[in-house]
């Protein structure tokens, strides 16, 4: 069990460190009359409906130029962290 915590850690370390920051960013402070710091500068309710689960399983869609007729169109994968976009 550890050592398949140290090869996650090796592979993810750095997904795992952005999300923790980003989750931190999004998370409500007591200081701040429980809001977030996000919240507390544009005045908009943060929505979080969209997280997942790290580690998770996910499916990523194949679009129809990379896949041939008769192929799958999506392929399975793990969820490590959000995109910048």
């Known amino acids: 069990m550890m050592s398949s915590l140290r090869i996650v850690d090796r592979l993810y370390g750095a997904d795992i460190v952005k999300m923790k920051k980003d989750l931190h960013n999004i998370s409500t402070h007591k200081i701040m009359w429980d809001k977030n710091p996000k919240e507390v500068f544009t005045g908009v309710k943060t929505k979080v409906n969209h997280l997942r ?33």
């Not at 192929?71 to 969820?79: A, I, L, M, V």
């Open 53 to 85: 689960i790290f580690g998770f399983p996910v499916y990523i869609h194949v679009s129809k130029e990379k896949r041939k007729k008769l192929k799958p169109s999506r392929k399975k994968g793990t969820f490590v962290g959000y995109s910048e976009a």
